[in-house]
């Protein structure tokens, strides 16, 4: 047995586990993932996984772990963290079966995947798991072709259950029906009653209790037991040690077990190496001391130094400035504390009274404040709120306070009266002058002479509560502003008017304010004020006091008696925590909590529920029936399945235009600050822990919202009976905070609509609902053997009836065909919808002649049902056939095959007549090019149909031309194109190349795509006709529109091509310089033309200003596809040769791996985005092309560009996001920008 195991960055640590089988904790953090620990089984307190990098699964660090007991959980509520280990992609715990306490925590694992297939309710009883932030959206979740991952849950679904792929969920008692009644939890995996009965989760020996695999109550010496071996101690509740044991631990023996520490009225006492917890002789002390005689509270957190402590040898120093509950978490920390040295208060604004030291007895002097030559035992100085001291009278035992030492000193309170402070400074043994306290700054801004104020009634008015008192008589009304009335919740009628207030000035007291109504000269007549209290929450109880509001000058005021009142019940809340469970077949099990806010005594509960018609995507069922090995079978609802559905965690519904609505995603909106505020508390609380035990970590957590689509489906739905609701009530009891419901008469395996409310004396809440299905009925999943029949003929088939009332619907059916000289059959799968459409299945082709025998299987909802009886047919050989038939058969095929030898011909004849005017392109390795040898089609188009006017550019490819084309475009004669050609004479490979960028850009179709118009293939000069952008490409645009820039010949620096001015672009004058509005537009339309590209599947990889074209009307678009790669298969495309690459655009994964996808376009858009912000300046000015590279692996990214907005560099920021799953796609981006995009853009733009 192994302590605590705490593994970080010191692998010495790792031979403590070497032999260990039981682990206390385990803290698994960074680079361990090499190792294995095969020997340990079980881990009785937690296990944890920070940020363990490289590790890919559990399966070889733990392959044995079979428990996880909870004895300690971390952060109090939590079993088993996983959490931001960036390269997990599966749990792989196949041997887990039980977590016996706690919950799971896995979050921000960016690649793990297999936790929708692990069924945690079969793990124990154990809370819901809080999984956050892993890869939802992209997992597979395939368990594999292993039919042991098959189980049945509650719902009597046929579902797989695994850790990753291969890697079955082992079987536990908690899952319903795994172990027999007669053995409970100790079966082993097969579920057979062998093991002995203190085993858990399985053994390797049968009814042997040192061979089981955890422990069902207590472990010793690798044996089980119920209770613990004499001459032993129970320690942390699971195991049992021996008195040295406790000894070494340094804990205590107390009545049978080893504590950590004494229970209350017990102390710890050594005898001959050992601690034993001894009864205190009356009340036991605690005596703590300070650092060199001081304790200074400072804060919240610093009142660990004195929690539990009764006397404290030291000065006890309060100087508190904020804080929320200061006063309960004083009270809790100093509720034992009877004795100090000395006692000093100062500028704790909070504090409103010293009332929080309720077992306070006396200040003993010896640890002084000094001020000067004068010495003092009580020290109250410049505390603002500070209203009341702590109690001094005579205690119950008889005893008074008691000060010893020096003086009291009180200064500068001024809500502090004089006749509490006398209280105190007549208990000093020395005596105070006006230095010591003053008259002039304490109780200077109160009125502390008061009198008795009279309630006179309290009225329910049932939303609002009236109360009336009696006016008091002033002599001077000019001193009585009004009266304020002090109200809170008060459960249990103990309310003090003293209570600390925050570091904003709240207090737990709400006030009112009321004016003076009246003034009388006659102090024998009796007046009344009143006023009304609204918004208060109904049936509670409420405390309040009355006070009157003074000016600095009065010279008395009065206050009421605290009273209370309980105010009128009202409309309950839902019931919480609603759970159904299929019991059997015909009955749901409902339990439920109370409400959250009874507003009132809640005596009933009405339960309603009604069936709910079957309805599924047939579609969906076809085609996964053909992609997986085994049938599938799937719930009629997306929160159906899993063995207990909790109400408000998971709701689901489809919206009329059949989208997703996730009412789930709206609710955790609602609860966003409570669930971010949780999840910074649980990051501060794993670094805090980190810390305190050596650590330097440090973290940053960013959470994603996923949203789900649903499309539109074919409904299936199956025959059933009236579907009405029932309804039934339960009466209950006030001190029950559990109830339950039996619903019984119930169709087999339905899906019904549970609804649950609440009732109390004033109304009934709103209801709680949910949906639950019924288990499935045997037998009902079998077609009738009667309706089996054959039919023969050309369209040889199967027909059958399909069974009336199974359960759910009928999926799929499976045919077996067996000839009946063989023994082994063939399976043949028929889509529910066919069957649907003809009343039977096609027999497939390939039988040979002979006779079959055929059975049909039906597959529902549930699971597959029986064979039916099978029954004979016959295929007969063709030569035996009828003679016609074969006549007219021979015939044909003749015919087919003169005419298929004709078109051969005529096909060899014009390739022989074209021969001279074309050559034929021959791909040596089609394995290298991603296009393959290019085919003429209908893009083709005349050479004389192509005219070449003005060159407008050239590269190394060739040259761009403008020019006229015929016929290219419907309704015109000629249109304006720029034609792409080759310099001539080059090689086979290069003009595939060449054709290469044609046969990409015939798959586009987008308005912010440059559109391709036609190819010229069949010449020695292959050209490529594309959309005409009369303003060129958007680099050259952004610098000509530059204030400074001048109109002389522009040349393109990254692709070597000088580029004349022509009427390609505006020769006459410079452009105008761009507005925020045109350059967002700018942004928005390349983001448009991106996300086409991306939905389309293709990569650019060469996203840059210069590889953005401009139209006559400022449209921007995207061209130069000479580098883009289909990824249809893969989503990633990987080259082996980096060859000349643009550095300066390219993402971090890209520039390391040469990893390109969609992702890493968004990195180079975000460069776009920094060029058109700059006027297309060079993006990381001043550095070498290996020392951009080496920036942007190390993290590295431009800063913000002079006079760029806010909005822009944002989302630069959020394209150079190094993560490459972080960045946002580009329908993503597109929808961020809008708002600022014009009216045609709606219009023509592939994102609406």
């Known amino acids: 047995v192994c302590d605590l195991v705490d593994i970080r960055n010191n692998a010495s640590k790792l031979r403590d586990l070497e032999n260990c089988t039981v682990g206390r904790w385990f803290h698994l953090l960074y680079f361990f993932y090499r190792y294995s620990f095969p020997k340990l089984k079980v881990i009785s307190g937690y296990l944890l996984l920070y940020r363990v990098y490289n590790l890919h699964s559990l399966r070889r660090l733990f392959p044995n772990l079979v428990m996880i007991g909870g004895s300690q959980l971390f952060y109090d509520k939590y079993s088993l963290v996983i959490y931001e280990n960036h390269d997990l992609t599966e749990l792989g715990l196949g041997n887990l079966k039980y977590i016996k306490k706690g919950g799971a925590r896995i979050q921000n ?232 040295g000395s006692l000093l208060v100062r500028r704790s604004f909070p504090l409103v009274s010293l009332s929080f030291l309720k077992s306070f007895r006396r200040i003993t002097g010896e640890d002084d404040y000094l001020g000067g030559a004068d010495s003092y035992s009580v020290y109250i100085v410049e505390n603002k709120n500070l209203k009341d001291l702590w109690k001094v009278d005579s205690f119950k035992d ?23 402070i006398d209280k105190i400074s007549n208990l000093t043994a020395e005596i105070e002058d006006e230095n010591d306290i003053s008259l002039l700054s304490n109780g200077d801004s109160v009125t502390c002479v008061m009198e008795k104020l009279e309630i006179v009634s309290v009225t329910d008015l049932g939303d609002v509560v009236e109360i009336e008192w009696k006016n008091i008589y002033v002599k001077d009304y000019r001193t009585l502003i009004g009266y304020q009335i002090f109200y809170k919740k008060s459960k249990y009628e103990n309310a003090t008017r003293y209570l600390a207030v925050d570091g904003c000035g709240r207090s737990s007291w709400s006030v009112q304010d009321v004016l003076k109504q009246t003034e009388s000269n006659n102090p024998d007549e009796v007046t009344t004020t009143h006023t009304a209290l609204d918004k208060l929450s109904p049936y509670t109880k409420y405390a309040f006091y009355v006070i009157t509001s003074n000016t600095a000058n009065a010279k008395k005021g009065a ?164 579907f009405y609701m029932l309804e039934q009530t339960v009466n209950t009891t006030s001190n029950r905070t559990e109830e339950s419901l039996l619903i019984t008469g119930l169709h087999h395996f339905s899906e019904y609509y549970i609804e649950v409310s609440a009732c109390n004396q004033a109304s009934c809440s709103s209801t709680a609902v949910m949906t639950r299905r019924t288990k499935k009925l045997a037998g009902v999943d079998k077609i009738n053997d009667n309706s089996l029949k054959y039919i023969p003929g050309l369209d040889r088939a199967v027909a059958w009836i399909a069974p009336s009332d199974p359960n759910g619907l009928i999926v799929s059916y499976t ?80 015919f087919i095959i003169i005419v298929l030898v004709g078109l051969v011909l005529l096909w060899r004849n014009r390739q022989i007549q074209n021969s001279n005017k074309a050559q034929t392109y021959v791909s040596v390795n089609p394995e290298y090019s991603s296009v393959g040898v290019y085919e003429p089609d209908e893009y083709e188009i005349a050479e004389d149909n192509v005219e070449l006017l003005t060159e407008i550019g050239h590269g190394h490819f060739g040259k761009v031309f403008e020019g006229f084309a015929k016929q290219v475009v419907k309704g015109e004669k000629k249109t304006r194109v720029a034609v792409k050609t080759l310099h001539g004479n080059e090689s086979v490979s290069k003009r595939m190349e060449f054709l290469k960028e044609a046969s990409v850009m015939k798959a586009f179709n987008s308005h912010h795509v440059v559109r391709l118009l036609g190819v010229v293939s069949i010449t020695k000069r292959p050209m490529v006709v594309m959309e005409f952008m009369s303003k060129g490409d958007l680099k050259t645009y952004l610098r000509s529109s530059r204030p400074d820039a001048e109109v002389t010949g522009l040349f393109h620096a990254e692709s070597s091509i000088r580029i004349p001015l022509t009427p390609y672009f505006h020769q006459d004058h410079k452009e105008e310089p761009l507005t925020l509005q045109q350059k967002l537009q700018m942004c928005g339309e390349i983001a448009d033309g991106m996300s086409y590209l991306s939905e389309t599947k293709y990569v650019h990889r060469d996203l840059a200003a210069r590889n953005c074209l401009v139209h006559d009307d400022l449209t921007v678009k995207i061209g130069d596809f000479g580098l883009t790669r289909d990824v249809y298969e893969t989503d990633y495309y990987r080259i082996d040769s980096r060859g000349i690459l643009p550095v300066r655009w390219m993402a971090p994964e890209s520039l390391k791996d040469g990893v390109f996808d969609s992702r890493s376009d968004v990195w180079s858009y975000g460069v776009v985005l920094w060029e058109i912000a700059t006027l297309a300046e060079q993006p990381y000015q001043g550095q070498q092309h290996d020392q951009v590279t080496r920036f942007v692996i190390d993290g590295g990214y431009m800063e913000k560009p002079k006079d760029c907005p806010k909005k822009l560099y944002d989302m630069m920021l959020m394209c150079w996001h190094y993560s490459p799953s972080m960045r946002p796609t580009f329908t993503e981006i597109v929808a961020s920008l809008a708002q600022d995009l014009n009216d045609h853009f709606k219009q023509v733009s592939f994102f609406y």
């Open 109 to 340: 694992n960016g690649q793990l995947c297999y936790l929708d297939t692990i069924d945690w309710a079969r793990l124990g009883k154990i809370a819901n798991p809080v999984l956050l932030d892993n890869k939802d959206e992209g997992c597979i979740n395939h368990c594999g072709a292993n039919k042991k991952c098959a189980a049945e849950n509650d719902d009597g679904f046929t579902k797989t259950f695994c850790w990753g792929p291969n890697l079955c969920q082992k079987v536990s008692f908690s899952f319903p029906g795994a172990c027999p009644d007669e053995c409970l939890h100790a079966c082993d995996a097969e579920n057979r009653c062998v093991c002995h009965k203190e085993c858990l989760g399985g053994c390797s020996r049968p009814n042997n209790a040192s061979a089981c695999h955890a422990c069902n109550h207590l472990y010793y010496n690798q044996t089980c037991y119920a209770n613990c071996p004499r001459g032993t101690l129970m320690a942390d509740d699971w195991q049992c040690v021996t008195s040295v044991n406790c000894y070494e631990r340094n804990w205590n023996e107390h009545d049978g077990q080893c504590l950590e520490y004494c229970p209350t009225g017990y102390k710890s006492e050594k005898i001959v190496k050992k601690n034993r917890c001894v009864m205190c002789d009356g009340q036991c002390d605690k005596v703590c001391n300070g650092i060199e005689g001081i304790v200074e509270i400072t804060d919240v957190k610093s009142l660990e130094k004195v929690r539990g402590c009764t006397v404290l040898r030291a000065q006890l120093r309060i100087t508190l400035t904020g804080g929320s509950e200061v006063v309960e978490k004083l009270e809790a920390a100093l509720v034992e504390l009877r004795e100090v």
């Open 398 to 420: 008889g005893t008074n306070f008691t000060i010893g030492g020096g003086k009291a000193y009180f200064q500068y309170n001024p809500y502090l009266c004089m006749d509490k």
């Open 559 to 722: 206050e009421s008696d605290i009273h209370y009142f309980t105010t009128s019940p009202s409309t309950p809340s839902p019931p919480q925590a609603v759970v159904a469970k299929a019991i059997n077949s015909t009955a749901i099990n409902i339990t439920w909590q109370a409400p959250l806010y009874p507003n009132g005594v809640v005596h009933q509960y009405v339960a309603k529920w009604v069936r709910q018609r079957e309805t599924i995507d047939l579609k969906l069922i076809d085609i996964v029936s053909k992609l997986l090995l085994l049938p599938q079978h799937f719930p009629t609802r997306i929160a159906g399945i899993s063995d207990t559905v909790y109400l408000n965690e998971i709701k689901f519904s489809i919206s009329q235009g059949g989208n997703a609505a996730c009412d789930c995603r709206k609710q955790e909106s609602l609860d966003s600050k409570e669930k971010v505020t949780e999840s910074v508390d649980f990051e501060d609380y794993l670094i805090t822990r980190l810390i305190s035990y050596g650590s330097n970590v440090t973290t940053n957590v960013t959470t994603s919202t996923t949203v789900a689509n649903v499309t539109p489906f074919v409904p299936a739905v199956a025959p059933t009976p009236t």
């Open 815 to 894: 045919l077996e065909f067996t000839k009946q000289d063989q023994v082994a059959g063939r399976n043949e799968c028929c889509s529910v919808t066919k069957f649907n459409e003809k009343g039977s299945c096609d027999i497939p082709d390939g039988l040979s002649p002979g006779k079959y025998r055929v059975r049909v299987l039906p597959y529902s909802l549930a699971s597959e049902g029986e064979w039916s009886r099978s029954i004979d047919f016959s295929i007969e050989d063709i030569s035996t056939g009828n003679s016609s038939l074969m006549i007219v058969l021979i015939v044909a095929a003749i």
